[in-house]
């Protein structure tokens, strides 16, 4: 008896104890450009956007990224992540619905540009990740260095769109811009640890009463 309570409360320090259950993951990744050709140029003239899917019942999303050169901008120049639900996104955007998650982010340097995010959580479904600039204040032209394909990284975009001055957007596989999407599985509830840990402290009295 003793022996299985001693088993029975190291089984549950060692789960409770374990790292978390799932590591980040890319949810979106369209690889690093090759550059091939001109770069498109992110402004308050010109937005992009790559198409992505979310299987698992949810997705908690922990930092977003896109891939940029300087151009005519400057380093600290910003610009926003926007995540919009695939439910009318290229309507005009007077009937586009409200981005579903939007941060800022900065230019830094050349390369990879990232965001960290506080675990924004996304339903099953279909999303947009929109680059988006509202005014020359935020940078008077980022550089997007192209893909060479539409299907190359490890999460390939299911599609691109980009905009124009009107803000409507247009599907088209004409701008494969660099962009990256990390999520995670969501955590198990506090409660589950809660009861996890009493059931541990359970364990320990029954080996003190047994001993």
Not at 151 to 163: E, K
């Given at each position: ?56 019942a949810e997705e ?83 550089d997007l260095p ?66």
């Open positions: 008896m003793k022996n299985q309570a001693v088993t029975i409360g190291g089984a549950l320090a060692a789960f409770l104890l374990a790292p978390a259950i799932a590591s980040a993951d890319f949810v979106l990744d369209t690889g690093t450009p090759t550059g091939t050709g001109a770069p498109v140029i992110l402004s308050d003239a010109q937005s992009f956007a790559a198409e992505f899917q979310v299987t698992a908690v999303i922990t930092s977003l990224a896109a891939y940029l050169t300087q151009g005519a901008g400057q380093p600290n120049d910003t610009f926003t992540f926007d995540i919009y639900s695939n439910t009318g996104f290229t309507s005009r955007p007077s009937n586009r619905p409200a981005p579903v998650y939007s941060t800022t982010g900065t230019f830094t340097a050349n390369g990879w540009n990232t965001a960290a995010v506080n675990n924004w959580t996304l339903g099953s479904g279909f999303y947009w990740l929109a680059l988006q600039v509202s005014s020359p204040t935020q940078t008077k032209g980022l192209l893909e060479s394909s539409t299907s190359t990284g490890t999460q390939a975009a299911l599609a691109f769109a980009s905009a124009g001055t009107s803000g409507q957007y247009a599907v088209s596989g004409a701008d494969p811009i660099g962009v990256q999407i990390q999520g995670s599985a969501v955590p198990l509830p506090a409660a589950f640890w809660l009861f996890g840990s009493g059931m541990l402290g359970l364990g320990a009295m029954a080996r003190r009463r047994i001993g």
